[in-house]
Structure formats: structure tokens, C-alpha cells
């Protein structure tokens, strides 16, 4: 099993992903380097074949100064799925969602992020590997994902102030489009269970939406 394989094993003096302060626009050109170079490995190989040394080759940074940014590849592979998640959210963003209901148009939503992530099953799994290894050290990333997919729902809800129990159900819906993700990719869910899954959920929206009297 590869060096980095499968714990979340930083390098030694790796503390917390380089720096809180904002990024330059140098140092922001560098992470993005890193981060499409660990997407390229991955769409390749998967999850074994993103290793720190060859990021660091590909993406044309120090070693050293990749550990800096990304502690570990858990680190790397989290930080990327967050990195597709904002990509996702821009392009939904300009082209919302359809649907009469607003449990069509998450669902509808889901399906479209669920199907960006079928034309590339090796990144898929890498990523969706590394948020399911994640440990404590990656609570802030992790925590960046699931945000970022509670945005995504809350967009294709059209709520613009949510009451604690409809953001109850935007996570539930969140954690299940995560859970059909892991369960698809390990073979024990069809394309089509994953459908009917996901707008199964998305039900909870419709009952705790309010009056869609001001949609336009």
C-alpha cells in the first residue's frame, strides 16, 4: 500500500494548511496548480494514484511547500472535492434548476452534481474516499464541503430565509446525496436507485417550504 495511502498522515513539521490570511494571487495560482494536478492523478488512477511526490512533480512545487498547503492527501483529495463542489455551484448558478416544485428543483440539482461526478468515476471515488477517511485533522475541510453542498440545495430551494427545520432538511438531504454517492460507487446502488433515493429525500423540502407566493 502506497506511503500516503489511506490515513491521514501528515509530513513531519505539516501543521494546518498554509497560511489563514488570505492568499496572494501568486500563492492562489499555486494552489490551484496543486489542486488540478490532484485532480488529473486521480481521474487517472483514483485513490492510490494521487501521492504527495508526484502532486508536487506535476503541479511544479516544492515538496515541502505542498505539505504547507495540504497537510496530507486526505488533506488534498478533501480540499479538491470542495474545489469540483465550487465549480458545480457556479455553473448551477447560471443555469438554475427547473422544476414546478422546489423538491424537483433539488432533485433535479442533485442529479446534475450526481452525474458530473459519474463522467469521472476514478476522481469521484478518490474524493468521496478521502472525505469518508477524513479524521479530526480535517474537520475544517470537511466541514467546507458540507457547506458548500448545503449551498447548493439551498439555492435550488429559492428559501431565502430558512427556518431551523427546512435547514434541518436541506442537511438531511445533503448527508443522503453524500450516502448515495459512497453506495454507488461501491456497487451496492444502481444509477436508478440513486434517483429514486434522492427524490425520496428531496420530499422533505416540500414539507416544510413555505407558500410559494413570492417565486417569480
Known amino acids: 500500500m502506497p506511503a500516503d495511502a489511506h490515513r ?20 492562489e495560482a499555486r494552489r490551484r496548480r496543486i489542486l488540478e494536478a490532484c485532480a488529473r492523478l486521480a481521474s487517472r488512477g483514483g485513490f492510490d494514484a494521487v501521492q504527495m511526490r508526484e502532486v508536487a ?15 496530507s492527501k486526505i488533506h488534498l483529495l478533501v480540499a479538491t472535492m470542495q474545489d ?13 434548476p427547473a422544476g414546478e416544485t422546489a423538491a424537483d428543483r433539488v432533485a433535479g440539482t442533485l442529479m446534475r452534481a450526481f452525474r458530473a461526478m459519474q ?8 474524493m468521496v474516499r478521502a472525505l469518508t477517511f477524513a479524521d479530526r485533522s480535517v474537520s ?37 446525496w453524500h450516502s448515495t454517492l459512497i ?18 429525500v428531496c420530499r422533505l423540502i416540500d414539507l416544510t417550504a413555505p407558500p410559494r407566493s413570492g417565486r417569480r
Open 8 to 27: 491521514t498522515k501528515a509530513a513531519p513539521d505539516a501543521g494546518r494548511a498554509e497560511p489563514a490570511s488570505p492568499l496572494t494571487e501568486r500563492q
Open 57 to 71: 512533480e506535476s503541479s511544479q512545487v516544492a515538496l515541502g511547500t505542498l505539505y504547507r498547503y495540504f497537510p
Open 84 to 96: 469540483q463542489l465550487e465549480h458545480l455551484h457556479a455553473t448551477l448558478r447560471k443555469k438554475p
Open 119 to 126: 463522467r469521472d468515476p476514478l476522481l469521484a471515488d478518490a
Open 140 to 176: 475544517a475541510e470537511v466541514e467546507q464541503v458540507f457547506r458548500r453542498t448545503t449551498a447548493i440545495v439551498l439555492d435550488a430551494t429559492d428559501l431565502t430565509d430558512p427556518t431551523p427545520e427546512q435547514l434541518s432538511a436541506v442537511r438531511v438531504i445533503g448527508h443522503t
Open 183 to 200: 453506495t454507488w460507487l461501491s456497487g451496492r446502488a444502481s444509477i436508478e436507485q440513486v434517483g429514486v433515493d434522492i427524490e425520496t
